[in-house]
């Protein structure tokens, strides 16, 4: 019982951040005492999210975002599962050497990569204002590659052994035996990834100033640095963009959550 109650306040302080900011985006008025966390029914409304809607036109900008987050999520998938599946079960020179450098590669921060690759990719590649200039820079993920790595090193040696003898290949390999093992691999690596460029803003501010084809992170972001002081509720509109820009990622979670559990990977070796 006292565990029950100890995961139960757990998950409340976990929620009520959530349950703050979409009360927030419903209030006509912004009250931020205590009172305001049950306000009566007369002080809700929806005018925040269409006076949003008016200044940064959601349903473009969610297209964009899911253009631009769609993209790098199949090229992280792709890129990643060839990746670690070379780097856990081929044998090649210079495998170790690669890993340490995957591994480096992580502790540098994107930030100061920023320079640089606005050059290679506006003035090397001349791919300004253009999604896959944006799509570029995060088409291979560091951390999806290491992921996927981890969990085909953990897969029995036997079944692949089996299926070499049967006759198949590599690409067989990884696609018959291995990815149907790795789903749990799979689903963290589409969450960790999804939530990077659905929230990023800086890049794609960068890589073009053209507004239908700014993502929701980079609209919400110039409508809170210029437009949001003017509102009639400033505080709403904020939440209100806010509860948007994480309402797919809540809903992606939700209906991923039950699928995060480990796999008995060793279920089809016998014995």
């Given at each position: 019982?006292?565990?029950?109650?100890?995961l139960g306040m757990g998950a409340l302080a976990f929620l009520f951040p959530f349950y703050y900011m979409f009360i927030g985006s419903l209030q006509a008025e912004p009250d931020t005492s205590m009172a305001g966390l049950v306000p009566s029914p007369g002080?809700?409304?929806?005018?925040?999210?269409?006076?949003?809607?008016?200044?940064?036109?959601?349903?473009?900008?969610?297209?964009?975002?899911?253009?631009?987050?769609?993209?790098?999520?199949?090229?992280?998938?792709?890129?990643?599962?060839?990746?670690?599946?070379?780097?856990?079960?081929?044998?090649?020179?210079?495998?170790?050497?690669?890993?340490?450098?995957?591994?480096?590669?992580?502790?540098?921060?994107?930030?100061?990569?920023?320079?640089?690759?606005?050059?290679?990719?506006?003035?090397?590649?001349?791919?300004?204002?253009?999604?896959?200039?944006?799509?570029?820079?995060?088409?291979?993920?560091?951390?999806?590659?290491?992921?996927?790595?981890?969990?085909?090193?953990?897969?029995?040696?036997?079944?692949?052994?089996?299926?070499?003898?049967?006759?198949?290949?590599?690409?067989?390999?990884?696609?018959?035996?291995?990815?149907?093992?790795?789903?749990?691999?799979?689903?963290?690596?589409?969450?960790?990834?999804?939530?990077?460029?659905?929230?990023?803003?800086?890049?794609?501010?960068?890589?073009?100033?053209?507004?239908?084809?700014?993502?929701?992170?980079?609209?919400?972001?110039?409508?809170?640095?210029?437009?949001?002081?003017?509102?009639?509720?400033?505080?709403?509109?904020?939440?209100?963009?806010?509860?948007?820009?994480?309402?797919?990622?809540?809903?992606?979670?939700?209906?991923?959550?039950?699928?995060?559990?480990?796999?008995?990977?060793?279920?089809?070796?016998?014995?």
């Amino acid at each position: 019982m006292r565990r029950l109650i100890l995961l139960g306040m757990g998950a409340l302080a976990f929620l009520f951040p959530f349950y703050y900011m979409f009360i927030g985006s419903l209030q006509a008025e912004p009250d931020t005492s205590m009172a305001g966390l049950v306000p009566s029914p007369g002080k809700l409304t929806l005018e925040n999210y269409r006076e949003i809607n008016e200044e940064v036109n959601l349903a473009t900008s969610l297209l964009n975002s899911g253009i631009f987050t769609g993209a790098v999520v199949a090229c992280t998938v792709v890129f990643g599962v060839l990746a670690g599946y070379a780097l856990a079960r081929l044998r090649f020179r210079g495998r170790g050497t690669m890993f340490a450098i995957l591994l480096l590669v992580q502790v540098v921060p994107f930030q100061l990569l920023l320079i640089p690759l606005y050059v290679l990719i506006v003035r090397g590649y001349g791919l300004a204002d253009s999604h896959l200039g944006m799509v570029l820079p995060f088409a291979i993920n560091s951390t999806a590659v290491f992921v996927f790595r981890q969990f085909f090193l953990q897969l029995p040696k036997e079944l692949f052994d089996a299926a070499h003898i049967d006759g198949a290949g590599e690409l067989r390999l990884l696609w018959s035996v291995a990815l149907p093992l790795v789903r749990p691999a799979l689903l963290t690596a589409v969450l960790l990834t999804f939530i990077g460029p659905w929230n990023e803003f800086l890049w794609p501010f960068l890589i073009t100033k053209q507004a239908d084809m700014q993502p929701l992170a980079v609209s919400l972001a110039n409508y809170i640095s210029n437009v949001a002081a003017r509102a009639a509720n400033p505080y709403g509109a904020v939440l209100a963009g806010a509860c948007v820009l994480a309402a797919p990622v809540i809903g992606l979670f939700i209906a991923f959550q039950r699928h995060f559990v480990s796999t008995n990977i060793g279920t089809g070796v016998k014995g």
